[in-house]
């Protein structure tokens, strides 16, 4: 007789769903009528519109993804061999891979251990004179500390630049994440707060970049000018690629759009009711936000002591359908992270978020009991441990 | 008064129904602040405060608007048109009910009455937003005109002020009309006539009466104008070059679509329904109270009657739901459909009915019912004939009030044998009230968004206004403030050429001077030719000073031709001074000022 390995534990809660509604049908609806479904049209122009609205941007131009954006924006600044760019090593791997993929290296800098953000000094003991510019990633949703990175770049001379991919709606000292940099970059993948499934979006805040950036996502064409009458026909100006999302991914996004402020108090409702749960909890570290930083309930992470009792707890929680996540995998350690970029430093916060850090599933469509049962989930296992003492 | 339990729970009941008709004006109060349409009120508000810049308009409804003051403010004149839309409305409901019953009405009929016509006036808002456009303007001197008439066939005394005065409100009104819609007030003009010969106890005394301070009304109307608004000659150098401009650009075919439909529907009519309603009013005519008290030992007489009027009830309803549905493809246009060939209905039934009446007084009675009910269809018709091509079914659902009205009466006359099922079928309308609240909150009239997305507070005109809008409208008139503030000091603004040729309200909003018309229409067949025509009007240095609203990329833009011809480069010549998303016209466009001299 043969053994047959355990069955799976049914998955009562997933780590995160997206929340689909009558206004992201509608606009599917209309998509499909309106019968031109190539990018650039007006679901797109509408989105892009939003969010020239709610960030201030010069202008915003949707892309395919985050990773897009960034690629853009690599390709905006023209960065080549011999240009360095700082970024945190505690981000996913696009941050990184869109500036080595011009030939700029990647250097990696450690992060503050409270938000997990890219920490100034680091960034600072990061700089050399082949420094261009320093991406700064607002790690889930809450704000690096922008008054102080604007000042290092001025004082560098330096691009500032922005990974907001988890940071839409979220704002520093009353400023939407995403428009104090040259550029910011936005996601709206699968996992974020918007989403249409595979998206993202390019601010430009510097004006003199509008049009290489406007080239850039038109395959590095003037058809944006030729659009607006500005030019009789267009033609190559530019390095560019097709960065334009279809028209029916951005038919979801706007629904999202239109929906964004229920979307994200929903999803604070969530993120506030777990804060209160395991804010007080003595041997987990939870977020710390800074008191200029108004965050979108992007992410509820916990911090245990090590990472055997990180996994341990996920473990726990999986065998019980709840389903958690750590994050990165620190972009210094990975192989090509070591091929393409270095590191400044040891890196020693980047090394312990990595270890530590577990993610609680969060998302708007989530119902009361789905919460509860994380919640009572979580505490049993800290109880199991020891852990529960506030 | 003796009140008894049954007569005070009717009573409360019919008190309740008049405060459910009341709750669609209130819902509209409640919304008046949400939502601008960008072409049509754009035009209204252009031809409005630029009166003077314009020589191009075929109606002249400012000159009857500027004879009430109002303020700069898009709030405070919605408010306005609001109040005299409910107030005329709900007077014409008073006055058309007394002229009809010809007997004093129950303190609680006439708040039905009043309630109902404040109702159907609020039904405006569904037709459209109550800014003070020809069309707002054009209802309430109708509803006044007709109010009027209808007063006049009750008033004896020809000598008395209370006649003179509702003659000289026709006159006055009448002449307002004339003004705001030339072909809609001989339309008012002659239903007036059949009205008041058929309601009215004629004598030539009285018409001379009514004839002379008809014309007083007018005079007074035409001498008003002169002294606080413009002289004739003025006024007719604006109608021959709004005649010219209709000339130029051809015909509208939305409304040829329009009449299109209605014919197909009375074909259709013709063609199956007779019999049904025929069957129907036979029923209803053996049933009536006349009846069974005329052939009180013929019991069956009443029944079969009334099972006669079911069948065809059923029968016409089939018909008409077949037929609606085969026409149109539009949910709320079947609707509206339904409700006409109802409206319809109730009007021949009349007819029969009246002619099978057992007494004089029923059988008139009875008629009268059925004149009034069709003046107030073709009263209908001949309010939402207004240039657009949703005017079925904006008069479906404005049918609706005609059957309240027509119901009201049929309740009264009613009352001492059938009032309980006379209020329930009032009741049954309740229904289409709602109906209709809940379409015209989500989708309002030449709005994108529905109202509950109407929230972000914009500023129009500079702050004249402020009204509450949807995020991507927003972010469009915010862009046209930006470009605004360049356009310099507010008494030498340039003109607005707007090429998209559906955006009046930009040239509104930022306080441009107008291009000899308050509209340069696209989508017509001579929409070219006339934006030629109007170019030809422009001396060389307003045209080199005249600011450029483009969409390079919507399909129905104006080509600028007439502007290249005379030396004007769009490519060249002129910079973008901001560019936004108009959601209206779902395509781009940029506002384009003339490049300083000397500039490269």
């Not at chain 1, 499909?32 to 989105?47: D, M, N, S």
């Not at chain 2, 069309?135 to 009750?154: D, P, R, S, W, Y």
């Amino acid at each position: 007789m043969v053994n047959s390995p355990p069955p799976a534990p049914t998955l009562r809660v997933p780590f995160c769903q997206p929340d689909y509604g009558t206004e992201e049908r509608t606009a599917f609806e209309e998509a499909i009528t309106g019968g031109r479904l190539e990018g650039g049209g007006v679901q797109t122009r509408a989105c892009e519109t939003l969010m020239e609205q709610s960030t201030g941007a010069e202008r915003v131009l949707i892309t395919p993804s985050c990773t897009a954006a960034l690629e853009m924006m690599a390709l905006a600044l023209e960065l080549g061999p011999g240009d360095e760019v700082i970024v945190p090593a505690f981000t996913f791997v696009s941050t990184a891979n869109a500036f080595a993929l011009r030939g700029a290296v990647p250097v990696f800098a450690d992060i503050d251990p409270l938000t997990m953000n890219l920490d100034v000094e680091a960034a600072r003991a990061a700089i050399t004179p082949k420094t261009r510019a320093i991406m700064l990633v607002h790690y889930a949703g809450v704000g690096c500390e922008m008054e102080a990175f604007v000042d290092l770049c001025a004082e560098h001379n330096l691009v500032l630049l922005e990974d907001a991919a988890q940071a839409v709606g979220a704002h520093w000292n009353g400023k939407a994440l995403g428009s104090f940099g040259a550029m910011g970059a936005f996601s709206f993948h699968h996992t974020k707060n918007i989403t249409c499934g595979e998206g993202g979006a390019l601010l430009v805040n510097d004006p003199a970049l509008v049009k290489p950036a406007e080239f850039i996502r038109d395959k590095g064409t003037d058809r944006a000018d030729f659009l607006r009458g500005q030019v009789s026909k267009y033609e190559w100006r530019v390095l560019g690629s097709s960065y334009l999302l279809s028209e029916l991914a951005a038919a979801v996004l706007l629904g999202q759009f239109q929906r964004e402020e229920t979307l994200t108090k929903a999803r604070m409702r969530i993120w506030q009711t777990y804060d209160e749960h395991f804010g007080p909890v003595n041997s987990l570290r939870t977020p710390q936000i800074p008191g200029a930083a108004h965050h979108n309930a992007h992410i509820y992470h916990l911090r245990f002591a090590n990472q055997a009792l990180r996994d341990a707890c996920a473990a726990f929680m999986r065998a019980h359908g709840v389903m958690t996540a750590p994050h990165y995998v620190p972009l210094h350690t990975t192989p090509a992270g070591r091929k393409y970029g270095r590191a400044s430093g040891q890196l020693p916060h980047t090394i312990d978020a990595a270890q530590t850090l577990l993610r609680l599933p969060l998302f708007s469509a989530m119902s009361d009991e789905e919460l509860v049962l994380v919640i009572d989930t979580l505490e049993a296992f800290l109880h199991q441990n020891g852990l529960a003492t506030s | 008064m003796n009140i008894d339990r049954r007569t005070l729970a009717l009573m409360l009941l019919s008190g309740l129904l008049g405060l459910v008709f009341l709750w669609l004006p209130l819902s509209v109060l409640v919304n008046l602040n949400r939502g601008l349409d960008v072409s049509d009120t754009g035009h209204y508000y252009a031809s409005l405060y630029h009166f003077a810049d314009i020589r191009m308009m075929s109606t002249q409804f400012p000159l009857v608007w500027k004879l009430i003051p109002h303020p700069d403010n898009i709030l405070v004149n919605r408010l306005l048109v609001f109040a005299l839309l409910m107030g005329s409305s709900a007077a014409l409901f008073l006055l058309a009910a007394k002229a009809v019953l010809r007997e004093t009405l129950l303190p609680i009929l006439k708040w039905l009455l009043a309630c109902a016509g404040a109702g159907g006036g609020a039904l405006y808002y569904y037709y459209w937003l109550p800014d003070p456009s020809y069309n707002a303007i054009g209802v309430i001197l109708m509803a006044l005109v007709l109010g009027a008439t209808f007063a006049l066939t009750t008033i004896e005394n020809q000598h008395g002020w209370p006649f003179r005065g509702a003659a000289m409100l026709a006159g006055f009104a009448g002449l307002g009309l004339a003004a705001t819609r030339p072909v809609t007030a001989m339309a008012m003009a002659l239903i007036c006539a059949i009205l008041y010969l058929m309601l009215a106890r004629f004598s030539w005394q009285k018409l001379v009466q009514l004839i002379l301070f008809v014309v007083l009304g007018a005079a007074l109307f035409f001498v008003l104008v002169q002294v606080f608004i413009e002289p004739l000659p003025v006024t007719l150098e604006r109608i021959q070059g709004g005649l010219q401009k209709r000339e130029i650009l051809g015909t509208n075919q939305l409304v040829a679509k329009g009449f299109t439909l209605l014919q197909k529907e009375i074909t259709i009519i013709r063609q199956t329904a007779p019999w049904a309603l025929l069957l129907t009013s036979l029923g209803g005519a053996f049933s009536a109270p006349g009846v069974a008290d005329r052939f009180a030992n013929a019991p069956w007489l009443r029944l079969g009657g009334a099972a006669m009027g079911a069948i065809g009830l059923i029968w016409i309803q089939m018909i008409f739901w077949q037929q609606s549905q085969a026409l149109v493809q539009v949910p709320l246009d079947k609707l509206a459909y339904y409700l006409i060939n109802l409206g319809l209905m109730a009007i021949l039934c009349g007819v029969f009915a009246g002619a099978l009446a057992p007494n004089k007084d029923t059988r008139r009675l009875y008629w009268r019912l059925a004149g009034v009910s069709a003046l107030l269809v073709l009263a209908t018709l001949s309010l939402t004939v207004f240039g657009t091509g949703y005017w079925i079914r904006k008069a479906g659902i404005t049918s609706v009030f005609v059957v309240l009205a027509c119901t009201l009466m049929a309740l009264h006359m009613a009352r001492s044998t059938g009032y309980i099922w006379a209020l329930a079928m009032v009741s049954a309308l309740i229904l289409p009230i709602m109906a209709t609240r809940t379409t015209m909150v989500n989708h309002p009239y030449r709005l994108e968004t529905p109202l509950a997305a109407q929230t972000q507070k914009t500023s129009i005109r500079g702050g004249y206004s402020t009204l509450r809008l949807d995020p991507l409208t927003k972010a469009f008139f915010d862009r046209l403030s930006d470009a605004a503030d360049q356009m310099g000091p507010m008494d030498q603004r340039p003109i607005l050429i707007d090429l998209s040729g559906r955006l009046p309200m930009a040239q509104y909003h930022m306080q441009a001077r107008p291009a000899f018309t308050p509209w340069i229409l696209s989508a017509y067949k001579g929409s070219d030719a006339f934006l030629a025509h109007v170019m030809a009007q422009m001396s060389d240095e307003e045209l080199a000073r005249a600011w450029i609203l483009d969409a390079p990329a919507y399909k129905h833009r104006l080509d600028p031709a007439p502007i290249e011809a005379r030396g004007h480069d769009l490519a060249r010549d002129y910079r973008i001074v901001t560019t936004a998303m108009a959601p209206y016209i779902k395509t781009d466009i940029v506002v384009l000022a003339p490049q300083p001299k000397g500039a490269e």
